[in-house]
């Protein structure tokens, strides 16, 4: 088999989907890809099976050997040019990104659309590239109608990532201030002190936060049939660091609706991880590279997927708890 390509390889999120893959599929062939051929040999040698290039995300050919053939391209670091996208397209690879935010997105799924035949297109730019969306759709199994879906995610203020994390967050933070949400039915726009809201930590601490626009809003509102659908967002302590311990990433999904039998019912889970957001983040990474190469089920057929289309909640929730995850009922 060729190598997956992982653009931005050598960074926290690509380098912990690769151990994942490394760890699930010993034997397949990994090319970790970075603008640092040190940094990235130095994964590529902790992982075995896999090799190490520089690249260039400003160069239509990526800056990569014209011989060199790859299985999959997956996009760790941002697209800006959508070379690493055309890159795929032109040779028929699956691509996976995960650094668009909501307000970037068009582009992708324009060229997407453009070339639906060419190859498939998971756009990930979820929280945690995906992971939370599955396993909100698992919890929401218990209720016959779900009418409202709340997220509150509290990231710890030293656990927003290297470099490129970080100017996703700042970017993502200029270009796009407003919250999306889902009111009846309808998605919209809250601005101003309309956005302005507290997340609950786990141990009942409440954070000043903001409603923000993010890919999950959409799709866990359509995987669920939700007709409200808000994600607060927080960063500051989080309850792992409050106790002294490592930053913690803990995320609240508040789901109500009707249950069996036509009683009203509210539940409150919360999705934590010791760790942070890094684990969580190479899990859903990981989880659609292994979809999209056929490694568990069908390989993708091409088009535009999201990854909740594509991955099975109850396994996405056996590998949540496989990676150090818990989901805490409240």
């Known amino acids: 088999m060729k190598p997956v390509l992982i653009l931005g390889g050598s960074g926290q999120a690509g380098s912990g989907a690769a151990a994942l893959l490394r760890r699930w ?13 040190d940094r990235a040999q130095r994964v590529a040698d902790e992982l075995g099976t896999a090799t190490a290039v520089t690249i260039d995300l400003q160069r239509s050919d990526l800056g990569l050997p014209s011989g060199d053939g790859y299985a999959a391209v997956v996009a760790t670091v941002w697209d800006s040019h959508l ?46 590239a995906g992971v939370l969306v599955p396993a909100t759709v698992s919890l929401a199994k218990e209720f016959e109608r779900i009418d409202i879906v709340r997220i509150g995610a509290l990231l710890d203020e030293s656990d927003v990532g290297g470099p490129a994390g970080l100017a ?25 002190p309309d956005a302005d809201v507290t997340v609950t930590s786990a141990d009942g601490t409440v954070v000043p936060g903001q409603r923000i626009g993010i890919l999950d809003v959409p799709s866990l509102a359509l995987a669920t049939g939700a007709p409200n659908v808000t994600f607060d967002f927080a960063v500051g302590e989080s309850a792992g660091r409050r106790r002294g311990e490592g930053p913690s990433l803990e995320v609240r999904i508040d789901l109500e609706g009707v249950g069996a039998g036509g009683a009203q019912l509210s539940r409150t889970h919360y999705l934590v991880h010791p760790e942070g957001q890094r684990p969580l983040t190479a899990l859903g990474l990981a989880l659609s590279v292994e979809r999209l190469l056929g ?13 909740e289309a594509l991955l099975d909640p109850a396994y996405v ?13 409240s």
């Not at 599929?25 to 051929?37: C, D, E, S």
């Not at 690879?93 to 997105?105: N, R, T, V």
């Not at 700042?170 to 601005?191: N, Q, Y």
């Not at 490694?295 to 990854?307: A, K, M, W, Y």
Request: charged share 15%; net charge neutral.
């Open 295 to 307: 490694l568990r089920g069908e390989p993708v057929s091409p088009g535009i997927h999201t990854p």
């Open 83 to 128: 070379h690493g996208l055309r890159f795929a397209q032109d040779r028929g690879l699956p691509y996976l990104s995960i650094s668009s935010g909501l307000h970037e997105i068009a582009p992708e799924v324009v060229a997407s659309a453009q070339r639906a035949s060419a190859a498939p297109v998971v756009v990930a730019s979820h929280f945690c």
């Open 25 to 37: 599929h010993p034997a397949l062939p990994l090319t970790i890809a970075g603008r640092n051929l």
């Open 317 to 329: 929730a056996d590998r949540l708890t496989e990676v150090g995850a818990e989901l805490v009922s």
């Open 168 to 192: 996703d967050l700042e970017r993502w933070a200029a270009a796009s201030p407003a919250g999306l949400v889902r009111r009846d039915g309808v998605f919209g726009w809250v601005s101003g």
